[in-house]
């Protein structure tokens, strides 16, 4: 679990820093406030505090189980939940 938490932390900055570059292409600006930007940042920041805690405190087991599992829900939530239940520029509903 920990392992591919690595790599989803790296895929989600590495989609970050392509959205931007294509933010900017497309809009003129890198970063704008939409719902799924934002949904995509508290996932980046989720995993990065999950990998810090445990690096750093060393937790193990139950509890960061439950910290790779909110972090994971905070990635699909961004898929699927902001596209079609929130309002925004990539909102579908």
């Known amino acids: 679990m920990y392992k591919l938490a690595g790599i989803a932390f790296a895929g ?3 989609l970050l ?3 931007a570059v294509w933010a900017n292409e497309s809009w003129g600006r890198y ?3 939409d719902a799924k930007e934002v949904g995509a940042l508290v996932a980046w920041l ?3 505090g999950f990998l ?3 690096i750093a405190y ?5 509890s960061s189980a439950y910290f790779a599992i909110l972090a ?3 990635v699909i939530f961004t898929y699927l939940g902001v596209s079609y239940l929130l309002p ?3 909102s579908y509903a």
Do not use: M, V
């Open 58 to 62: 060393g937790w193990k087991g139950r």
């Open 31 to 33: 970063w704008g406030w």
């Open 52 to 54: 810090h805690s445990r």
């Open 46 to 48: 989720t995993y990065a």
């Open 88 to 90: 925004g520029l990539h």
């Open 17 to 19: 820093i392509t959205g």
């Open 72 to 74: 994971f829900l905070f």
């Open 12 to 14: 989600l900055a590495l």
